[in-house]
């Protein structure tokens, strides 16, 4: 339920006991999350997380001379969860992109549709989507969290992932349905001569084989993908 990168609306007890988990000097940013009822997003659990809590992030906007972007980590009790949701699909985020990002993107979210694929935004360009402030700078990729259901997805995902980065930044996660994540990049450049990836779970980063997380798939076609 409390994956990564999903979107947890809080009640005001839970802001309560995120200011409580942060500096007084973040007070600030979190009183006007809370008043503009944004989200914050679920990220990897705290060794020392008790079963009740959600650990989650905010990141804030980039400063405007050295881009530098405060990034929050904040505990609260899953009882104070109102709301929660996935990443934003593209079309979602598409009227907030940069300019020379949209067309591409329209293409993207047109080819992902077609073919029936899950595909969310996380990241800077979601948080401009979500909350209209300035995120995305020149250095910024799209990052895109893709959630296969089969072997055969997972094939024409990353494809699709490989066509759409000549013309977009693409990054992002492929995630299984083990619930392990791998950055699809990673997940091309390997072989069957290095068959191990990076895999990050809700509560840990962990090496993983290629063999392992084709196999999380409840009627993997083949793994062709491998290759």
Known sequence: MYARHSLVWLSAQ???????????????????????????????????????EVCLGLALPPEPQSGHKVRLALRAPRAAVRRIRGPLAIDAVLASAPAHWQDAL??????????????GVYGSLAL?????????????????????????QLEAGVALLQHHAKNLPLDGEILFPSG???????????SENRPRVLAKGDRGVQLSTMAALLASFVNPEHI????
């Open 14 to 52: 839970g802001w309560q006991n995120c200011r409580d988990s942060v500096a007084p000097a973040s007070h600030a940013a979190l009183a006007r999350w809370q008043q503009e009822d944004w989200p914050a997003i679920v990220r990897r659990a705290d060794a020392d997380a008790a079963e009740h």
């Open 106 to 119: 329209r293409v993207l979210a047109a080819d992902v549709t077609r073919q029936n694929l899950a595909f």
């Open 128 to 152: 401009q989507a979500l909350t209209g402030a300035s995120y995305v700078g020149a250095a910024s990729d799209i990052d895109l969290l893709f959630s296969p259901k089969t072997s055969s």
């Open 180 to 190: 392990l994540a791998v950055a699809w990049k990673e997940w091309l450049q390997a």
């Open 224 to 227: 062709a993908c491998m290759n």
